[in-house]
C-alpha cells in the first residue's frame, strides 16, 4: 500500500476513535436549537398514533424525516457500524450517507467497508468525498466510482475547510473550487449535494451557493462534533488548535442563513441533533430533513439494538412535539410554530 494510501486509512482510524471515546463536543457553542421553544396548541385534535412522520426527499419517500449523516467506512470497524446502522435505517425507512470513500478509491480493498445497499435496498443512499479533491486530481470519474461502489443514490461533496486547515496533512487549496462544483454539476448524471461537516453555513456562503444547480445541501452546524477538537487531539504538538474548538455558525443560524438565501433548496440540518424535538425545530425552521451523525455512531458502536432504542426514541420525541403543537404531519411544521426564548421542550442551551 503507497504511504498516502496508510495515511488516509490510519487517519480514519484515529477519527473514529476519538469520535466515539472522548468528549469531541464544541465546549460552549450550542446547535442554537434551545433559542426557540414550541407554541403550544392545547386543542390539537389529533391522535398521536396518527401523525404522520413521513417525508420527501429528492424524490424520494422517506417514513422519517431523518438522514443518517456521512460518517464511516475504510475500516474493519467502520464495516460493522455502517452494517448496524444501514439495518436500521432500512426498518425505520430513513436516508443515509457513507463517510468519505477517497480511502476506497486509493485503496479497492476496502470498497466493501461501505458496502450496504444489500442490507437497504430501498432506502435512499449518498456516496461521499471531499469537495477539495477536485482540485487534487479527482473530477466526475472519480465521483461516479463513488457512487457505483455502493450504488448510491446521490453524492454528498464536503465542504470542511477548517479541518484540512488543521490537519497536518490537510489538503488545504480550495482555490476556483465553485467553477469546479458548477461544471461537476453539470457532468455528472445523478443527484450532487454539499455539505459542511459541523462549522455552518452564513448567509455569505448561502450567496456564493446560489446559481449551482445543486440537488440538495446538508448545513451541517456548530453544536455537535467539532472537527477542530478532534484534528487537535490528532497531534501531540498542536493541542493550542483546540482554540477553533468553538467556531461556527450554529445549526440553527444555518438554517435560518440557507433558508433566507435559498428558500427553495432541498435541505438537510445536522450538527448537535440528538432528541427528536431538535428535528422537529430544524423542520419548523425550514430544512426538509435532520441529519444525525455521532449520536447514531456511539449507539452502533454500543449494538444494533442501541440503534433501534435510539431511533424509537427519537420517533417518539418527534411525534410529541408535533402533538405539542397541533400539527398532524411534520411537513406542517413552521416557524410560527416556534417562539424565540422559553424553555418548553428544548434540550439544547
Ligand atoms: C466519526 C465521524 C466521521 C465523519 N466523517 C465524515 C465524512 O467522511 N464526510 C463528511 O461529509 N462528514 C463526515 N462527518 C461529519 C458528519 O457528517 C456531520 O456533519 C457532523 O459530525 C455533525 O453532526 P453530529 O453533530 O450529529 O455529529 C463525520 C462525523 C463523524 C462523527
Redesign the pocket.
Known sequence: MPMSDRDTSARKRS??QL??HED??FLQRT?GLGRFSFVHDALPELHPEEIDLSAEFLGFDLDLPILI?????GTEEATVLNARLAKVAAEVGCAM?V??QRAALESPEVEETYRIRDLAPEIPLFA?L?AVQLNYGYGVDQCLRAVEMIEADGI?L?L?SLQEVLQPEGNVDFRNLREQILALCHDLPCPLLL????NGISRRTARKLVGLPLAGL?A?GA???S?ARIESMRGERDHYRARFADWGESTAESVQAVRSVLPDLPLVA?????HGDEVAKVLALGADLA???????QAAHRGEDEVREAFRILTDELRISCFYCGRGWVGDLVVEDLREGGNSASTAE
Open positions: 477519527h473514529l469520535s466515539l469531541v463536543g446547535n449523516s456521512s460518517m464511516t467506512g450517507a463517510g468519505s461521499n471531499g454528498f464536503h470542511n455539505k459542511t461537516t459541523g446538508e451541517s453544536g455537535g462534533t472537527w445536522s450538527g448537535g441533533i440528538a441529519g444525525i451523525a455521532r449520536p447514531l455512531l
